[in-house]
């Protein structure tokens, strides 16, 4: 019987020891570091286990009650954002190119 081209096969990759992970790692929450506060929020200590959760409303269909406002330097809308950051308009040769689908397109 001839041996098989799997069982001659050796890996490139070589591991040289046992895994190990690091017991060192500080894993206190801390805020990102661009951010603009450098706090955590107040509501990420608190246990909501109370208080329902926005996911909990949103699966049996009731919204909260009152509006969302938006925080100092959050947006709700791309059409909030600077003009240099908004997405480009298309012109009508850019959208007849996507309806068509290159179908158009001579080879």
Known sequence: MKPTLAILR?????????????TSIDHTPRPHPQSP?????SSFFQASA?????ASNFST??????????????LFS???LP???RPKELSEREIEAIN?????YVF
């Open 10 to 22: 050796t890996p490139l990759i070589r591991f040289l020891g046992k895994r190990t992970f690091p």
């Open 83 to 85: 003009s240099r950051f």
């Open 50 to 54: 109370a208080a329902p959760s926005f």
């Open 78 to 80: 791309v059409t909030e």
């Open 37 to 41: 506060t450098q706090k955590l929020p």
């Open 100 to 104: 068509l689908g290159s179908a158009d």
């Open 61 to 74: 269909g009731k919204m909260p009650s009152s509006p969302v406002a938006a925080k100092q330097g959050e």
